[in-house]
C-alpha cells in the first residue's frame, strides 16, 4: 500500500540549513509527484514545494530562494532542504502524494522547531 | 497567489446536525477545489476532490459543491468522528493555496 514517511532533525538552530527526507513505498516517484506542505504550530496549511515525476519541480515564490527540493527515484526518496533558517519556519512538515489533482496519501509528519 | 478564505474557523455543532463549511476564492478557480480533514493526531486525508467529487471510503454524508469563487462542504448528520479540521485547497494555479481551516467542536 501507498506509505510516505519523513524523516529529519528535530530542531534546527537559526540560520542553519534544514534537511528533510520523504521515503516513499507503494508506488514509483516516476509516475507520481511528491509535494511538500508544513503546518505551523497552531495553524493552517501551507504548501512547499514539489517535484513532478519528470524531475522537475515547483516551490512556493516564498520560499523559493531558500528551497531546493530533489530526489532519488532508486532509493524511492524526495529531500527538502532549506536554509537560512528562521523561528517563523518552526513547523510540522508533510509529504504528500499528489495524484488526479489532490492530494491522496499523507505522512504522518515531522516537526521541525528553529531555536538556538 | 489565489487567496482561500474559509467560514467559520470554527463551529460548536452536535451530533446529528447538518453543518456547512465555507470557501471563497480570490478570484474565480474553475472548480478546481479539494476537501480535506485533519484529525487531532495531525493525520490528515482527502474528503472531496474537484468541487464535489467523494474519495474512495469516505461516508455518503460528506458532498461539496460549489463555482466560481465559492464552495462549500456539507456533512448531513455528524458523527463522533467527524470532530476534526477542515481544509479547502485550490489547484487552479500555483502556488496551491489551502483555506485558513475550520475547526469542527462538539457542542
Known amino acids: 500500500q501507498v506509505q510516505l514517511k519523513e524523516s529529519g532533525p528535530g530542531l534546527v538552530q537559526p540560520s542553519q540549513t534544514l534537511s528533510l527526507t520523504c521515503t516513499v513505498s507503494g508506488f514509483s516517484l516516476t509516475s507520481n509527484s511528491v509535494h511538500w506542505v508544513r503546518q505551523p504550530p497552531g495553524k493552517g496549511l501551507e504548501w512547499v514545494g514539489a517535484?513532478?515525476?519528470?524531475?522537475?519541480?515547483d516551490y512556493n515564490s516564498a520560499l523559493k530562494s531558500r528551497l531546493s527540493i530533489s530526489r532519488d527515484t532508486s532509493k524511492s526518496q524526495v529531500f527538502l532542504k532549506m536554509n537560512s533558517l528562521q523561528t517563523e519556519d518552526t513547523a510540522i512538515y508533510f509529504c504528500t502524494r499528489y495524484d488526479n489533482n489532490y492530494f491522496d496519501y499523507w505522512g504522518q509528519g515531522v516537526m521541525v522547531t528553529v531555536s538556538s | 497567489d489565489i487567496q482561500m478564505t474559509q467560514t467559520p474557523s470554527s463551529m460548536p455543532a452536535s451530533l446529528g446536525e447538518r453543518v456547512t463549511i465555507s470557501c471563497r476564492a480570490s478570484q474565480g478557480i474553475s472548480n478546481y477545489l479539494n476537501w480535506y480533514q485533519q484529525k487531532p493526531d495531525g493525520t490528515i486525508k482527502p474528503l472531496i476532490y474537484?468541487?464535489?467529487n467523494l474519495q474512495s471510503g469516505v461516508p455518503s454524508r460528506f458532498s461539496g459543491s460549489g463555482s466560481g469563487t465559492d464552495y462549500s462542504l456539507t456533512i448531513s448528520s455528524l458523527e463522533p468522528e467527524d470532530f476534526a479540521m477542515y481544509y479547502c485547497q485550490q489547484y487552479d494555479s500555483s502556488p496551491w493555496t489551502f483555506g485558513g481551516g475550520t475547526k469542527l467542536e462538539l457542542k
Open positions: 474537484y468541487t464535489s
Open positions: 517535484i513532478w515525476s519528470g524531475g522537475s519541480t
